[in-house]
C-alpha cells in the first residue's frame, strides 16, 4: 500500500500570509502520460470535502488561483499563497495511483 | 448538476448489518467508477471501496473485506454498500464519491454501530 504522510499536522496562519503544506509518498508516484493522480482536498467544518487540485497542479473549477499544486516522485506540496479566513479547515492530499486508495492523515490549517 | 445523496445511516448494534445507498444524478451513472469514503469522527478520510462502471472491478480496503459488499444498479443509478458484521470502529460518515479521482462527493450519511 501507498502511505501518505502530511506535514505539519497543525498550521497556524496570519491572514493574508503564505502557507505551505508537505505530503509524501511511500512510494514514487509516476504516471506514463502524465501527472500522477496526486490529489488535494479542502474539508471546512461541517462539510464534505471539497476537490481543489488533482493530479498534482490541476486547479478545479472554482477553486480560487491563490491555491496551487506542486510536486514529483514522492513529494507534493500545497500552497496557499496569502490566506484568506474562509481557508480554515483540514486539508487531505490523496493518491489515486492504485488500489488502495489512500489519504494522508491531514494538516488543520488555522487562522490566527 | 451532480448530485450524490446518501441514505440508510442510523444505529446499529455490534455484529448488525446496515444497507447504504447512494442516488446520483446530473451525470451518465453507468459510464462512472463509484467509491465509498469514510470518516470516523473527529479523524481523517478512509477509502473504503471501489466499483468500476460495469461493476467488473472491484475493490475493498483490508478493514472491510468480507464483511462489506459493494454493488451497483446503472438502471436506477444507484449505488450501494451492504455492511456486514459490523464492528464499533465502522462507526463513521460515509460518503459517496464520484470517480477515484475524486471530484465530487455526497454530504455523507452517518453510522454509529454502538451496544
Known amino acids: 500500500d501507498v502511505e501518505m504522510t502530511q506535514s505539519p499536522l497543525s498550521l497556524p496562519v496570519t491572514l493574508g500570509q503564505p502557507a505551505s503544506i508537505s505530503c509524501r509518498s511511500s512510494?514514487?508516484?509516476?504516471?506514463?502520460?502524465?501527472?500522477?493522480?496526486l490529489n488535494w482536498f479542502q474539508q471546512r467544518p461541517g462539510q464534505s470535502p471539497r476537490r481543489l487540485i488533482y493530479?498534482?497542479?490541476n486547479r478545479d473549477s472554482g477553486v480560487p488561483d491563490r491555491f496551487s499544486g506542486s510536486g514529483s516522485g514522492t513529494d507534493f506540496t500545497l500552497k496557499i499563497s496569502r490566506v484568506e479566513a474562509e481557508d480554515a479547515g483540514v486539508y487531505y492530499c490523496?493518491?489515486?495511483?492504485?488500489?488502495?486508495?489512500?489519504f494522508g492523515g491531514g494538516t488543520k490549517v488555522e487562522i490566527k | 448538476e451532480v448530485q450524490l445523496v446518501e441514505s440508510g445511516g442510523g444505529l446499529v448494534k455490534p455484529g448488525g448489518s446496515l444497507r447504504l445507498s447512494c442516488a446520483a444524478s446530473?451525470?451518465?451513472?453507468?459510464?462512472?467508477?463509484m467509491n465509498w469514503v469514510r470518516q470516523a469522527p473527529g479523524k481523517g478520510l478512509e477509502w473504503v471501496s471501489s466499483?468500476?462502471?460495469?461493476?467488473?472491478?472491484?475493490y475493498y480496503a483490508d478493514s472491510v473485506k468480507g464483511r462489506f459488499t459493494i454493488s451497483r444498479d446503472n438502471a436506477k443509478s444507484s449505488l450501494y454498500l451492504q455492511m456486514n458484521s459490523l464492528r464499533a470502529e465502522d462507526t463513521a460518515v460515509y460518503y459517496c464519491?464520484?470517480?477515484?479521482?475524486?471530484?465530487?462527493w455526497g454530504q455523507g450519511t452517518l453510522v454509529a454501530v454502538s451496544s
Open positions: 464519491v464520484r470517480d477515484h479521482n475524486s471530484a465530487y
Open positions: 446530473g451525470f451518465t451513472f453507468r459510464d462512472r467508477n
Open positions: 466499483i468500476s462502471s460495469s461493476a467488473t472491478d472491484i
Open positions: 512510494q514514487s508516484l509516476v504516471q506514463s502520460d502524465g501527472n500522477p493522480y
Open positions: 493530479k498534482v497542479s
Open positions: 490523496m493518491q489515486a495511483q492504485q488500489w488502495p486508495l489512500t
